[in-house]
C-alpha cells in the first residue's frame, strides 16, 4: 500500500464495490498531493502578538502575518537549509471513470488564517535583571522592522553579557528560524535548555524546528517534555498531534489532539486538526462534528466548510456537501479544490436521483 494512503474500505467483486473502492482510492491520492488554497486573512479574536516572528509556526493552518525573509548571506553554506519554494499543485481533474476525487488537504504548508492564542515565554520575570535583557529587547525591536541579521548580531552580544540566560538563546533560536537556518536554530533552543531543563518554549521551539526538518521521532520527544511541562498550555498538544500523523499514527494524534482541546476548549486549530484525522481513520461523521464546532467559532473559515463538504460526502451526503462546497467558495471563490469537489458531489447526486427514480 502507498504510504498514508487509505486502503479500499468495500470488499466484493460487484460493479458497485469496485467503483466504491475506485472512489476511496481517488480520495486518498488527492489528500495526500493537494496544498492548502491559500485565502484572504481571516479575523480572529486575541491572536499571538505580532512582533512573535514565529507565530506561523506555532500554528499549522498560519496567522498570514509572518513574511518569510530571504537571507543576504550563507547562500552556498551546505549545513544552512536553504528557502524552500513551494509550488502549489493543480488539483487531480475529475476521471473519465465518474469517480468522484475528494481532495482532503492536511496542514503540510503554512497559508493565511486565524492564530490561536499562546501563552508567552518567561520574559521579563525570571531573567529580568539578567544584563542580556537590554539587548533581548533590542533584537526583538530590530525584528518588527525586518531586521533579522541585525537582530541576530545582538542575540550574540546578549550571549556574550551573559551565557546563563536561557532567554537570550530562546531569541537567538526564533532568529535563526526565522531565517530558515533551521539547524543552527535547534543549537540554540539546546545550548538554552542545558541551562534551563524547564523551560518549556524552548523545548516546543525546538520541536517543532526539528519537525521542519522532517525528524518526526526527534520532534515527538520534545512535544512530550513541553507538554509534560507546559500542562495548560495547548500548543505542545497539537504539535505532538501533528507528528503522529506525520508518523502514519492518527489514533495516537487523535488522543493529542484531543489533549490539546482538554488544555483549552476555544483552541480552534485543535478541532480542523483532528477532524482531519477522523477523515483518515474512515470516521467521516466524527470529522464533522469537529468541523461544525470549528465553523461555530469562525464561521468564515473557507477551510473548514470545505472539509465539512468532504465529511458529508464520504457519508454519501451529497446534498449537504454540496452547500458546504457553495459556503466554501462564496467566502474563497478561488478555491479550486471546492469548485472542483461542488461539481463532482452534483454529478453523484444527479446519478443517485436517476437510480432512485429507476427503482
Known sequence: MIPGVYAPLVSGSSRDAQMLNRLLFAVAIVATSLPWAAGPALAQPAGPPQEDPFADELNPFGSGQRKTPQP?????????????????????????????????????????????????????????????????????????????????????????????????????GIVLRQLDRLEPAIEAFSKGLQIDRLEPELALRRGIAWFRLGQYGIALKDFEDASGIAYDDPRPELWRGLTLMKLDRPLEAISAYAGAIRRDRTYMVAYLNRGLAYLATDEPGKAELDFDQAIRHEPKDARAWFNRGVAQARQEAYGEAIKSYELSLRIDPTFRAAAINLEAARRLQARDQMVAKKQ
Open 72 to 172: 543576504e548571506i550563507y547562500p552556498n553554506d551546505p549545513a544552512t537549509p536553504q528557502p524552500r519554494v513551494t509550488q502549489p499543485l493543480a488539483p487531480t481533474q475529475p476521471s473519465n471513470s465518474g469517480d468522484l476525487q475528494l481532495p482532503v488537504p492536511f496542514p503540510d504548508v503554512t497559508v493565511p488564517g486565524p492564530a490561536a492564542d499562546r501563552p508567552t515565554a518567561r520574559t521579563g520575570s525570571l531573567y529580568a535583571e539578567s544584563p542580556a535583557a537590554p539587548l533581548i529587547a533590542q533584537a526583538r525591536e530590530l525584528e518588527k522592522e525586518g531586521k533579522w541579521e541585525e537582530a541576530l548580531a545582538t542575540l550574540k552580544q546578549a550571549v556574550e553579557a551573559d551565557p546563563q540566560d536561557p532567554e537570550a538563546f530562546l531569541a537567538m
